[in-house]
């Protein structure tokens, strides 16, 4: 999801991974990398990706203590959150992206990138077949199998069609750089096709009708996005078709940015009521053929197709295909994503780590921990908390798990006066533990995992990187910085993510913010504040002076609206 996401990334305490002692004596090492035979061997460690959360863990690794090599079909690292404004050219696509290539070369040590695609993950002989998707020239297939100590998936996830007829082949998707090239190019060749002579009004309008599917963040940025290109460039270019334009907004839910706080979202929905950006909630899409989009009223059940002449496709995620086969080869194939416990190695594997779009911590574990904070709570064990101690237990529930916040607000729970009161409106003295923790594992499982999002995978990168950093220090120091009592284990603080609020771009130089401490902003003065976060948390110099020149050049002289 496109939530605009504060990109602020600190490491959220110590190091992770229990390892132990037996552990370190069966490395296995790289030939290559070590002539000397009385220096131990670096372990191999192979990255999946170069996205967030991938690059992140390169940053932070130091790579002189491991023999490094980094596979990805993608030789760059885009920012995803400027995506939206790509697709309309408010930014362009190269400004937005840092060559892998100069991330490494800066780093210590010698870290190896494979532009190649990762085919398979063998589990049990810890390798991973990779396949070169560069041009037809290859020696042989272009596949190729590499040896893992450690291995580090960060590939992330894939668009989500839900298996809905006609969405691959009649949708566009936003999700990497040339998603959003072909979007501008399509959206120009509405346009174009429009305004040709030979078309009837009906025809017109029908090519003019943007339909966004998904009322998150990235779908309503992309519907704010192009309100604004029409409005402020193409009206001037296509004057002829301007009546026939546009935009509407299909919402499975009750209300578009419904992750964000309530405010926020019905200020979004009355920004886009003013601008004529129709937006239906409770719809669900059935089909969509190259003519019409087909959807169901899910009050009334009644099913309606409309014309269109371009969708834009922006549901969510689902679990790419090389994860979905190690998942099934691990005992995880009924999961949506690959469980780790809270130090990020994936469950039952040793030696492989996950982080990002296509892990989540195992819920099991999260309720335990839930469990636990509330019987630590109930010192006298009656099996009741008072209002006051079950804050106190909520808020050590959010700063530990961030992503209970939203749902404790969103069911008012968070407030005293909805816990003093019960159902009927009386004030009560005591409240029910086991009623209270029934009622949060109810909570839907998508929402009890953390979200989907840069922020997260990149804290999870860093904190990672950290760890093998330390991982390495107690090889040598077998003491550790910490020890189980007993268990002759070292161990790390586990992973704790911190939520540093997140914004949303609605267009016409607005925009809305949730940031921490409960503080909701809207309005012109948010904008400027996204432009600053945004500049700020560019990966390099060179991408954060070209972002800003764009911008520079799309205030002076418009979006450039040629069809290259
Ligand atoms: P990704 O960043 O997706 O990286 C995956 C990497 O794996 C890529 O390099 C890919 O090429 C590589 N890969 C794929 N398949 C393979 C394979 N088989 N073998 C090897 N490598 C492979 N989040 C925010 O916090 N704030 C925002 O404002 C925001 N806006 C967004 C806007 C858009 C349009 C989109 C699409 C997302 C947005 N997000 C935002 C979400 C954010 O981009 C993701 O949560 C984040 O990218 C996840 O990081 P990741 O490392 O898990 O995956």
Known sequence: SCSKILLLCTLSGGGLLSYSESQSESITGSPASNTNSDVPAKKKVIVLGTGWGGTSFLKDLDASLYDVQVVSPCNYFAFTPLLPSVTCGTVEARSIVEPVRNMVKKRKGDIKFWEAE?????????TVLCRSNIGNNLVGSGEFSLEYD??????????????????????????????????????????????????????????????????????????????????EDLVNLYPSVKDFVNITVIQSGDHILNTFDERISLFAEEKFGRDGI??????????????????????????YSVPHGLVIWSTGIATRPVVRDFMEQIGQGKRHVLATNEWLRVKGCESVYAIGDCSSIDQQKIMDDISAIFEAADKDKSGT?????LKDVLDDIIVRYPQFELYLKSKHILDLSTLWKDSEGNYREEIDIE??????????????????????????????????????QCEEHPEGPRRFKGSGRHTFLPFRYKHFGQ????????AAAELPGDWVAMGHSTQWLWYSVYASKQVSWRTRMLVISDWTRRFIFGRDSSRI
């Open 118 to 126: 990762c085919l398979k993950i063998d589990h049990a002989n810890k």
């Open 150 to 231: 450690y291995l580090v998936v960060a590939i992330g996830a894939q668009v989500n069609t839900f298996n809905t007829p006609g969405v691959k082949e009649h949708c566009h998707f936003l999700k990497e750089v040339e998603d959003a090239q072909k979007i501008r190019r399509a959206v120009i060749d509405c346009f174009e096709k429009a305004v040709l002579p030979s078309l009837s009004d009906e025809e017109r309008r029908t090519n003019l009708h943007f339909v966004v599917v998904g009322g998150g963040p990235t779908g309503v940025e992309f519907a704010a996005e192009l309100h604004d290109h029409f409005q």
């Open 278 to 303: 129709k937006v239906q909630t409770g719809r669900r899409v059935i089909s969509v053929d190259d003519k019409n989009i087909t959807m169901k009223a899910k009050s009334t059940g009644e099913i």
């Open 385 to 389: 908390l008072t209002v006051a101690e």
């Open 435 to 472: 009623g209270f923790k029934m009622a949060l594992s109810h909570m839907d499982s998508q929402m009890k995992s953390l979200p989907a999002t840069a922020q997260v995978a990149s804290q999870q990168g860093e904190y990672l990187a950290r760890c093998f950093n330390r991982m390495h």
């Open 503 to 510: 914004f949303a771009p609605l267009g016409g130089e607005q």
